[in-house]
């Protein structure tokens, strides 16, 4: 099978080897048995995080399809759950909005696997995952033992990890505690969002109308999986806003829109330089099923028959000019697999 059919992009050739497993036990089989052979490996979630080379992948693809939500004993006002890896993101979202448990309202609507969101930190619309999350079971890659890592030890920064860094190893369930209050959500934090909900940034919402007002917003975006809206053939955001120094950042455009972060850094709007380095909304190259979002500028999307080389292509051809223009290099998202070192 050819790993485009398991990717939101749908580009990438096949595996060398395909091992579904359904359980923490089943990862944790699957994967010492592989990593005892030495031979290349990968856990694949819901795929729409990665880019696939054409070539496909010349290794052993875990596909992680445990599933699970239970509750864990748990401070007064706070209820924690343990949530298997293999879990798809938003079940997990409605889940706990069903329950009217604050904590993840605004991270509606974000395709993938639970597992798999620890990895870049998700976030959308003010919140992140590292606001929830407690600890993360993680089958260690160097040592071979299942472990449990408490979220302080995990960098959760923006959109990045130590996984992200270099700690190999598959998350097989999380822990995350929830707010148990009333049915409302965290303080809202995000302008956006909060004139769609008609109330102040701080203030708190129902949950439930914090979700649909986000699952409207990401839809206006194309940044929903829906198989009607060929803009969400996509991997979602395709680079990062850059981090920059304070003095870097006076140099760029006053209208550039920025944002301060607590270590001091500038974080730049990706989306704006790209715009302004020429490259609008469905921008294509001649002859290439590659394009620009039509919704998302942030967005590289197949619009049918892209190959993986289509995609790798527009995504240079767009750091280059963002470079050319400002100086700045821009970090993709999304994981590059099966491309060589
Ligand atoms: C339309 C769209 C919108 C998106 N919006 C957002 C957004 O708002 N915010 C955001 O942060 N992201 C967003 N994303 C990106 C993506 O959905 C998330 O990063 C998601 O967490 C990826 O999950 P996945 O299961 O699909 O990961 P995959 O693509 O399967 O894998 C991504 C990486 O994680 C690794 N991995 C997967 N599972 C595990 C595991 N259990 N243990 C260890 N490693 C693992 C893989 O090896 C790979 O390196 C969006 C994507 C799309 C297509």
């Known amino acids: 099978m050819d790993l485009s059919e398991l990717t939101t992009l749908r580009v990438g050739g096949p595996a ?3 091992v579904l497993a ?66 798809p993101w938003d079940d997990l979202v409605a889940h706990s909005v069903r329950q009217g448990l604050g904590g993840l309202e605004a991270l509606s609507g ?36 299942l472990v449990r890592l408490p979220a ?23 822990e ?22 008609g109330v102040a940034v701080g203030e708190r919402a129902p949950v439930a109308e914090v979700r649909a007002a986000v699952l409207a917003l990401r839809a206006s975006k ?9 803009d969400t053939t996509s991997a979602g955001s395709f680079f990062t806003n850059p981090l920059v120094t304070a003095g870097f950042a006076r140099s760029l455009p006053e209208a550039a829109p ?22 609008r909304r469905g921008f294509r190259l001649p002859g290439s099923g590659a394009a620009i979002s039509s919704k998302h ?12 080389s289509d995609i790798t292509e527009l995504a240079r051809l767009v750091q280059e000019r963002v470079r050319n223009e400002f100086g700045i290099y821009l970090r993709p998202e999304p994981v590059y697999v099966g491309f060589g070192a």
């Open 16 to 18: 060398r080897e395909l």
């Open 22 to 87: 359904e359980s923490a036990d089943a990862i944790v089989h699957a994967a010492l048995g592989v990593w005892a052979t030495g031979e290349d490996w990968l856990a694949l979630g819901g795929g729409s995080n990665m880019v696939v080379s054409d070539d496909g992948f010349d290794g052993t693809v875990i596909r992680i399809g445990s599933h699970g939500i239970t509750a864990l004993p748990s401070a007064a006002g706070t209820v924690r759950l343990r949530v298997e890896a293999g879990e």
């Open 110 to 145: 974000i395709p993938g696997s639970t597992g798999a969101a620890p990895m870049q930190n998700i976030g959308a619309y003010g919140q992140e995952i590292a606001d929830t999350l407690v600890a993360v079971e993680f089958l260690d890659h160097e040592t071979g033992q």
């Open 152 to 174: 302080a030890e995990l960098s959760l920064a923006y959109r990045s990890s130590v996984f992200k860094d270099g700690r190999a190893g598959i998350v097989t369930a999380l």
């Open 176 to 197: 995350m505690d929830f707010d148990d209050a009333d049915g409302l959500s965290r303080p809202v934090a995000y302008d956006q969002l909060a004139a769609a909900l």
């Open 222 to 230: 194309g940044m929903v999986l829906d198989p009607a809206d060929p």
């Open 258 to 279: 920025r944002w301060e972060t607590d270590s001091g850094e500038v974080k730049v709007s990706a989306a704006w330089l790209i715009e302004r380095a020429g490259i």
């Open 297 to 308: 500028t942030l967005a590289l999307t197949n619009t049918g028959g892209a190959t993986a």
